[in-house]
Nanobody
Framework: QVQLVESGGGLVQAGGPLILSCAAS????????MGWFRQAPGKEREFVAT??????RYADSVEGRFTISRDSAKNAVYLQMYSLKPADTAVYYC???????????????WGQGTQVTVSS
């Protein structure tokens, strides 16, 4: 059974950092794209970042502040978030896709999400 489990969410002050982790089990995602999405209250889920092999892509809203990385040996992906803003408050989801994409529909595996709250 494939599982993606996010961790690292919490409450942080604006301007602060936070690192999210996603541990995958049940299969190896070495050549797959791993992505982060988020859903703020009352809004649709949106793309944040994705990584496939060494290629990365970011949403404009997080470019320069967030960094996605992966550790294939650990079957894990990370999202380093810096200069956090209240607008970054959302549930953050880890997902896996067989293609490099920013589209939610291309991701077949999803985690349950981890809450990130940025206070002003």
């Amino acid at each position: 059974q494939v599982q993606l489990v996010e961790s690292g969410g919490g409450l942080v002050q604006a301007g602060g950092p936070l690192i999210l982790s996603c541990a995958a089990s049940g299969r190896t995602f070495t050549n797959w794209a791993m992505g982060w999405f988020r859903q703020a209250p009352g809004k649709e889920r949106e793309f944040v970042a994705t990584i496939r092999l060494r290629s990365t892509r970011y949403a404009d809203s997080v470019e320069g502040r967030f960094t996605i990385s992966r550790d294939s040996a650990k079957n894990a992906v990370y999202l380093q978030m810096y200069s956090l803003k209240p607008a970054d408050t959302a549930v953050y989801y880890c997902a896996a896709s067989s293609v490099s994409s920013s589209l939610q529909g291309d991701y077949g595996y999803w985690g349950q999400g981890t809450q990130v709250t940025v206070s002003s």
